[in-house]
């Protein structure tokens, strides 16, 4: 693909976002009208239970370069953009949020980035105007210590507001919260992944769907992050790493019992009866790790040759946007 030629796909997932939708698409018209590529926008309802279906098909019955996906159902999230995802035809893709916090006016900041060969853009919100105890400072946290784990420089993971080349997303499954993952997954792909300084204004209508709670997964993310950037696809040297650790242990200990036994002639089943138990235990938890190993292994080769599920049910789509 060409850095100066190439069509873009805008996708936004939209949950209840009656009030935003119709000055949405106006705006990211006007944008994308504005510059040098061909383009679409895939708007995905997930499930909406307000007026927000019926506005969009509104839009796309009156534009062409629109597509709409309507899931069956309220899917969240990452279901939402992986069915925007996979429906947008666009050689670049950028997802950004439905209720008006990202700017339109800002795509064409991405467009430059993608155009200096980066496979890989991220929005850094700048001014947050957000609780600083509640929801500043622990997305800070959490953003630093995602970026130390992955090792990719990204200062604000959590936002949608991004730009991908096709390639990329291609090699990626989502599930559960990872499509805020994706520049780390990319950069172990060595994809060159940059970020662009973005404003963050305040939601126009409605309500954020995000609560302190969310803070509350930081930790198991990292955890989650951690291993599958490492050992997804090798869990027993994962596992298998701690078994031998614990199963070494086990065996030192062992041959200090023998050598107490035949070489100090000490009654061992009376005098080191917790060094016993220790030792066994030991050797059992290593084995079972061990174990653990094998069968991640055959998990994960089984997982990768037959994995046919969907995220997310479309229950009509309507636009081809830039053809298929």
């Known amino acids: 693909m060409s850095n100066d030629a190439y069509s873009i796909s805008v996708v936004v997932p939209l949950y209840n976002e009656e009030g935003c939708v119709q000055e949405l698409h106006e705006r990211i018209a006007k944008v994308m009208n504005s510059i040098n590529h061909d383009y679409e926008i895939v708007f995905v309802n997930d499930g909406s239970s307000d007026e927000t279906l019926k506005l969009l098909a509104a839009i796309q019955s009156g534009d062409p370069k629109v597509k709409l996906i309507d899931l069956m159902g309220n899917h969240g999230q990452t279901a939402a953009l992986a069915a925007g995802f996979d429906h947008a035809s666009g050689d670049v893709i950028i997802p950004m949020d439905g209720d008006l916090q990202h700017l339109p006016e800002e795509i064409p900041l991405f467009v430059e ?21 509640l929801r500043r400072i622990p997305s800070l946290v959490a953003n630093r210590l995602i970026g130390f784990v992955s090792g990719v420089n990204v200062h604000d993971f959590g936002t949608t507001f991004k730009a991908y080349r096709r390639e990329i997303l291609q090699r990626i499954t989502l599930y559960g919260d990872f499509h805020r993952f994706i520049p780390a997954f990319a950069g172990q792909m060595n994809a060159k992944v940059t970020e662009v300084r973005i404003e963050a204004p305040e939601r126009g209508t409605g309500k954020s769907s995000y609560g302190f709670s969310r803070t509350w997964t930081v930790f198991f993310d990292l955890l989650r992050i951690r291993f599958l950037l490492s050992f997804l696809s090798r869990p027993l040297q994962f596992f298998g790493s701690g078994g031998f650790v614990l199963m070494g242990v086990g065996v030192i200990m062992a041959l200090l019992l023998l050598k107490e036994k035949y070489m100090n002639q000490v009654n061992i089943m009376d005098e080191r009866g917790p060094f016993i138990i220790a030792a066994v235990f030991l050797l059992l938890a290593g084995l079972q790790l061990l174990s653990l190993g094998f069968l991640g292994e055959m998990l994960t080769r089984l997982y990768h040759e037959s994995k046919t599920e969907s995220l997310y049910s479309v229950k009509e789509k309507l636009g081809t946007g830039l053809g298929e």
């Open 113 to 133: 980035k993608i155009k200096e060969g980066y496979d890989v853009v991220s929005g850094w919100r700048q001014k947050r105007k957000e609780s600083l105890l």
